[in-house]
């Protein structure tokens, strides 16, 4: 069996967000934002944000981070194409989450 499987090491961008799924199980979805060096200038920094979902017991637990947070995930990707309102198609992509760490302790700072 083949997946696909990423590993993240970012800050939270925003404040977690609670949902419900049609089965009516919460789950969080958490945008991390991850800073990478462009190639040309070391001196810039590009940005790349992640949607994280998150489910089960870990949703209490993870509901409270705040904004800045440095946190390490990794999981399985999940890509769903759509047509967006206009009728154009898009691809939405989340990182489910299998493992999530909270790593902000004075030494990373």
């Known amino acids: 069996m ?3 499987f990423i590993s993240i ?3 939270t961008a925003i404040k977690p967000e609670l949902l419900k799924s049609k089965e009516n199980n919460k789950y969080l979805k958490i945008r991390i934002a991850v800073n990478k060096n462009k190639i040309n200038n070391k ?3 590009e940005v790349t ?10 949703v209490e637990k993870f509901s409270k981070l705040t904004k800045g947070k440095l946190v390490y995930i990794s999981g399985n990707i999940d890509i769903k194409p759509y047509l967006n309102k206009q009728g154009l198609p898009k691809v939405s992509l989340n990182v489910i989450a299998n493992e999530f760490f909270i790593l902000d302790t004075k030494i990373f700072k």
Request: aromatic share 16%; charged share 35%.
């Open 43 to 45: 001196d810039t920094n």
């Open 9 to 11: 090491l970012g800050r």
């Open 49 to 58: 944000y992640y949607d994280i979902l998150i489910f089960g017991k870990r």
């Open 2 to 4: 083949n997946k696909e």
